[in-house]
């Protein structure tokens, strides 16, 4: 069984360009959920793909959006990145199952993003 | 709005001392989920506990013990005779009943132990 990966590791942008992190869920889970880590602060949820489709955002703006392919791996991207979205962002994926269970989710390593 | 609330930034202790360390929550929801979690310095998030609100019992794994206390709205983790792996940030999380991917974290507590 394989666990959540993300990639890359390591990014750097400057203000205004785009960036597409990717994360590969665990085997068997349907859901994706994107955290924003600032430094020194606790994960910040920023959205979640169940059924390729957005179930829940948090308090981020449009040009943070995603995608979740048929594999139920998913995609972050960010447009028009400020100095504020250097983070470390982290994927998590879970089972989810129709009707309101509740599972764990378990974390990928994240992909930490310098914009300068 | 559900919050969490680690109100120690930093603990530092020596190798063999317990350590608590505390988490206060809200949320107006009758059903949830509270987590924590580790984080060594290689940045993977680490699942510890899960605790349902309706479970109000204590949990000790090894060195790690949890007690939830609805009536005061924490949830508390203790290590006993902590070891220098056990240095890393942990995070108190609280998530509604049916979604565990939507959850609100705390800001961390950092521990330190020392040899």
């Known amino acids: 069984e394989t666990g959540v990966t993300q990639s890359p590791t390591h990014l750097i942008k400057t203000r205004g360009q785009q960036v597409t992190l990717r994360c590969s869920s665990q085997?068997?889970?349907?859901?994706v959920s994107w955290y924003q880590q600032a430094l020194g602060q606790g994960p910040q949820f920023i959205f979640q793909?169940?059924?390729?489709?957005?179930?829940g955002r948090g308090n981020f703006p449009p040009r943070f959006s995603g995608l979740q392919f048929p594999n139920y791996s998913s995609e972050l991207n960010v447009n028009a990145l400020e100095l504020d979205d250097s983070a470390l962002y982290l994927c998590?994926?879970?089972?989810?199952?129709?009707?309101?269970?509740?599972?764990?989710?378990?974390f990928g390593p994240g992909t930490r993003l310098t914009v300068l | 709005a559900q919050k969490v609330t680690q109100a120690q930034t930093e603990i530092s202790v020596v190798e063999k001392e317990d350590v608590t360390l505390d988490c206060v929550y809200e949320t107006r929801d009758t059903t949830y989920y509270l987590f924590w979690y580790k984080q060594p310095p290689s940045g993977e998030l680490v699942f510890l506990i899960r605790?349902?609100?309706?479970?109000?019992q204590n949990e000790i794994s090894g060195r790690y013990s949890w007690n939830f206390q609805k009536s005061t709205s924490s949830f508390n983790f203790t290590i006993t005779a902590s070891q220098v792996v056990d240095s890393a940030v942990y995070f108190c999380a609280l998530s509604e009943r049916t979604n565990a991917g939507k959850s609100t974290f705390g800001d961390g507590t950092t521990l330190t132990v020392k040899p």
């Open positions: 998590a994926s879970s089972l989810e199952i129709a009707g309101g269970s509740h599972n764990e989710q378990f």
């Open positions: 605790r349902n609100s309706f479970d109000e």
């Open positions: 793909y169940y059924r390729e489709e957005e179930n």
């Open positions: 085997s068997g889970h349907n859901t």
